[in-house]
């Protein structure tokens, strides 16, 4: 699948917590950072998101605010 989105980052599943209608998935990237991603359920499963399965997170947002005490 080609994506017009330049902010695509490989990752590996480290955890999938599936709710009522909403999964969060935790990746962890290469470095060793980890990414929470909320997603409904019904995508979660349409995509086959599984533990250690390998996973692109597409970040697209029109702003991103950062906040200091």
């Not at 017009?4 to 950072?33: C, F, Y």
């Not at 997603?39 to 702003?63: F, M, N, R, W």
């Amino acid at each position: 699948m080609r994506l017009s989105a330049r902010n695509q980052i490989q990752g590996t599943v480290t955890e999938v917590n599936t709710g009522a209608v909403t999964t969060t998935v935790k990746v962890e990237l290469a470095g060793g950072d980890v990414v929470t991603s909320s997603i409904t359920k019904e995508a979660a499963d349409e995509l086959g998101v599984a533990l250690g399965g390998k996973v692109t997170i597409v970040v697209k947002a029109s702003d991103v605010l950062l906040a200091t005490d």
